[in-house]
Antibody
Framework: QVQLVESGGGVVQPGGSLRLSCAAS????????MHWVRQAPGKGLEWVAF????????YYADSVKGRFTISRDNSKNTLYLQMNSLRAEDTAVYYC???????????????WGQGTMVTVSS | AIWMTQSPSLLSASTGDRVTISCRMS??????LAWYQQKPGKAPELLIY???TLQSGVPSRFSGSGSGTDFTLTISCLQSEDFATYYC?????????FGQGTKVEIK
């Protein structure tokens, strides 16, 4: 069964840091690009970051560039999102999502995790 | 970035109705459009990609059409489990962007 399970969310003060993890199973993790997508409470979906299947390229939304870092460990089938200098506007449910096409990717998301909540508040 | 306008934002309908949701792009994207369904408290699910290709396991009452700048999601006969929020998403260029969502509620 294809599955993504996020962890690492919580409450953090403005300016603080948090690292999210996403454990993948049921598919060849090392063949797929992976994304983080977030959703602020009561709001729509916002793409955050992408990493190629082999980790060779990474892309970020302007809203998080320079503060967030996406990475992966293909030996552990795990995706990460290191979030630094957190702001109130980063408060959201963070989803990891699998790209729908192996290797080349297509930037659509066919498998999603259940999400992990990040709250930035003093 | 490419922006899209989804309409309507809220759609009230009854079981058995045929409903359509529109997504208009700020520039042409060929057929690089996907549709997602999201139920409260759950992650989104991919329904359609390439504007009209049904994702495996998605019921055939869902269909998508359009190309260029104008796209439509149609649910031919609304079922109780279809009451949810629907998002379009373009993947023609980086960054991938989503519409603001259409909530389909019970009339």
């Amino acid at each position: 069964q294809v599955q993504l399970v996020e962890s690492g969310g919580g409450v953090v003060q403005p300016g603080g840091s948090l690292r999210l993890s996403c454990a993948a199973s049921g598919f060849t993790f090392s063949s797929y690009g992976m994304h983080w997508v977030r959703q602020a409470p009561g709001k729509g979906l916002e793409w955050v970051a992408f990493i190629r299947y082999d980790g060779s390229n990474k892309y970020y939304a302007d809203s998080v560039k320079g503060r967030f870092t996406i990475s992966r460990d293909n030996s552990k089938n795990t995706l990460y999102l290191q979030m630094n200098s957190l702001r109130a506007e980063d408060t959201a449910v963070y989803y990891c999502a699998k790209d729908a096409r192996a290797v080349a990717g297509m930037n659509t998301f066919d498998i999603w995790g259940q999400g992990t909540m990040v709250t930035v508040s003093s | 970035a490419i922006w899209m306008t989804q309409s309507p934002s809220l759609l009230s309908a009854s079981t058995g109705d045929r409903v359509t949701i529109s997504c208009r792009m700020s520039q042409g994207i060929s057929s690089y459009l996907a549709w997602y369904q999201q139920k409260p408290g759950k992650a989104p699910e991919l329904l359609i990609y390439a504007a009209s290709t049904l994702q495996s396991g998605v019921p055939s009452r869902f269909s998508g059409s359009g190309s260029g700048t104008d796209f439509t999601l149609t649910i031919s006969c609304l079922q109780s489990e279809d009451f949810a929020t629907y998002y379009c998403q373009q993947y023609y260029s980086f960054p991938p962007t989503f519409g603001q969502g259409t909530k389909v509620e019970i009339k």
